[in-house]
């Protein structure tokens, strides 16, 4: 493609409402965009004036597939705010339920999601038929996920245990017991599973990527920690907003971020991967090692496999969170209410989420500001959609876009859920 365009009205496999547009002029990709149309939804907005503990119930309803992440970030923010700290057996639940999310959203977007574009079908129901096996142990591996948050939350989409100083109720030993066999099994598929995604063509494709994650002193990052990055950031969680900012772009109802100075930079399994490899479970090794990536593993087609290896992580520290479980004696940490400003910084699926608010002295919201995986990683999708189509143009149309649209997912955008492409168009000039 000497001049034209691609352009996919309608992102497939994606959570929610975008699509995507690149410029060729002479042979030079002259523009790429990730077009994020779905209309605002304003949770900052009307969450200024609600009562500090019910943030956490509120901004679960951001996303069904990961509410917990928003209810973790949420509550360290208001926790912050209260000058409380959840430890123990609170806080190791609160991760057994993070578990939970991680292993359900990751066998979701790695067989149902991605996995068809790197086997040639349009959707995982057309993959069903000559993949059945495959179809039925990811969705046995998201069933196990979804059965822990519904034990942990009473429902997997938007629980409702959790709550800013712990918990609403804790389960006793016996209701959590079961799922250790089952997580055992889990892990063994999910490094069986690691191999077989190894044997996948990737295509071959790297930049220097500043990858973005948690980093805790003693496990692998998921529920808190500082924030650090393979360029050498270390900061306090605190101090998210004297490093980053986020910006509009008129073609987008959602903001991009930076990092100041720096510009894209990417988070996700990716980034947790490169900068957390030393905390990883041998369970998770192995899979790593089935898989056949170790750090640094730049290729963001490759982040299915890194995937894969965090959701054998997540079964095996589920196992060990439950065998070391004791019924704690009380479900919550008692507080008094106080103005203040915090902030919390978790890992949800896709990648870390900011948010921080400003409470009066009884406990109303004054302002929020939350900022989602996929608004961080924008900047980063957009220059991968642009080196990659300059690198592929000797592509036809129709494969250089059905790349493209891989490339996109490689990220778990998570901007609603969507099944299939609606219109697809190719211009030219």
Partial sequence: ??????????????????????K???????DAQLRIFEPPRFYEGFLRGRRHEEVVDITARICGICPIAYQSASSQAMEKIMGIEVGGQLRELRRLMYCGEWIESHALHVFLLHAPDFLGYESAIHMAPDHPELVKQALALKKLGNDIMVLMGGREIHPVSWKVGGWHKVPDEEELAPFVPRLQEALALCIKLSGALAKLKFPKFERDYE?????HPSEYAILDGRLVSSKGMDIDVQD????FEEFHVERANALQSKHIGAGGY??????????????????????????????PLRNPFKGILARMVETAWACEEAAKIIRAYRKPAAPYVEYQVKAGRGSGCTEA??????????????????????????????????????????????????????????AVRNYDPCISC??????LR????
């Fill in 240 to 243: 998210y907003e004297t490093h």
């Fill in 266 to 295: 990417f988070v996700g399994p990716l980034a947790r991967f490169n900068n957390n490899f030393d905390k990883l479970t041998p369970g998770a090794l192995k899979a790593a090692k089935a898989a056949g990536i170790k750090p």
């Fill in 349 to 406: 699926p896709r990648g870390i989420i900011y948010h921080r608010y400003t409470v009066d002295a009884g406990g109303l919201v004054e302002n929020a500001k939350i900022t989602p995986p996929t608004a961080q990683n924008q900047q980063t999708i957009e220059a991968d959609l642009k080196e990659f189509v300059q690198a592929n143009l000797s592509l036809p149309d129709d494969k250089l876009t059905w790349e493209c649209e891989k």
């Fill in 426 to 429: 190719i211009d030219r000039s």
């Fill in 24 to 30: 060729v002029v002479d042979g030079r990709v002259a």
């Fill in 1 to 22: 493609m000497k001049n034209g365009s691609i352009k996919v009205d309608y992102l497939a496999r994606v959570e929610g409402e975008g699509a995507l547009f690149v």
């Fill in 211 to 215: 990858f973005v994650s948690l980093r």
């Fill in 418 to 423: 969507a099944t299939h492409f609606l219109k």
